[in-house]
């Protein structure tokens, strides 16, 4: 009698744990929905360039989930999720999401990104990667988690230099002007609501992974590169789909390219600095090569003057690649 009620009592906690996750990705999901759409709107108010608002703007706003899930993984003491989430979900942006992208409409790619944004990804990657084997323990501590958060500050400064140079202005009226302001108000609103949601998500995504993965005694790091890496990037779908819908394709790859690098920046640094963060799975290295290899592939795509719906079924087909090896590996 005593062991069925203890096993009645586990299913109802798994279940739990589950409605929990659910319900963190849609928070996540929603919240980087209107973080993303309304920051790009004001932005695009003030007459930011398209590949700017890709490259920053909408890249911050979808890198949100990850860097809100990194913090709580954090306070959790599950440094392993972060890792996991990092590496995952640039993994899942090139692969996943660009894949499909292209399997829904090819993407003229000539003169989308420059070539030097394409070494900054590289460089970061590798950065990123090489800062966990320089040392014995795996880890990402204060001083590279610094360097990290300086460079994309720096980027940061360089880009917004470069859109005050290319800034486009217009002639408004009066009634323009007032517009504009109640326009910009509901935008600031909305962008504090979907931060809210961001925040709840958050927490509640990684109270049901972390419990899940304990209960199945997996590492934090695998479901961090699977499950949360996935849950965290529905809103760099969601916005791809639309971007590409309206045929901004500036915007989506400039989106995918900047996301990337504020992960690895921006959630990497922060994450790094609060930390360190800690790898536990038996091979670490075949989540960073994995992570590399599609870095390098989507750079070499990106040479090219377009996509089709072949390089999404490649793409694709490396993601799920990838995803497959570590969890056979690291399981």
Known sequence: M???????????????????????????????????????????????????????????????????????????????????NIIGSNIANIGLILGISLLIKPIDSKNSIHPIQLILLLGTTLFFSSAF?????????????????????????????????NRVTFDHSKQDNEDNMVSGLKCLIMISIGGILLWLGSESLVYGSTNIARMAGLPDELIGFTLIALGTSL????????????????????????????????????????????????????????MLLLTLIFSYCMLGKKLNRTHGIFLLAAYLTATITTWIYNS
């Open 2 to 84: 005593g062991q069925s009620l203890n096993a009645i009592s586990s299913f109802a906690f798994f279940i739990f744990l589950f409605v929990s996750l659910l319900i963190g990705i849609g928070c996540l999901t929603k919240g980087g929905d209107l973080l993303s759409d309304y920051c790009s709107s004001l932005a695009q108010g003030l007459g930011v360039p398209s590949v700017v608002v890709g490259l920053t703007v909408v890249s911050i706003a979808t890198s949100a989930p990850e860097l809100f899930t990194s913090i709580s993984a954090i306070r959790s003491n599950a440094t392993g999720l972060v890792i996991g």
């Open 133 to 165: 084997f320089i040392g014995d323990e795996h880890s990402l501590g204060l001083l590279y988690g610094a360097i990290l958060t300086l460079f994309i500050i720096i980027y940061l400064l360089g880009l917004s230099f470069h859109s005050l140079k």
């Open 235 to 290: 809103p760099e779908l969601a916005a791809s789909i639309a971007l590409l819908r309206k045929n901004h394709k500036d915007m989506l790859l400039g989106n995918i390219l900047g996301s990337n690098l504020f992960n690895l920046g921006l959630v990497g640094g922060i994450s790094g600095i609060l930390g360190p963060i800690f790898s536990n799975v038996k091979f670490p290295w075949i989540d960073h090569l994995s």
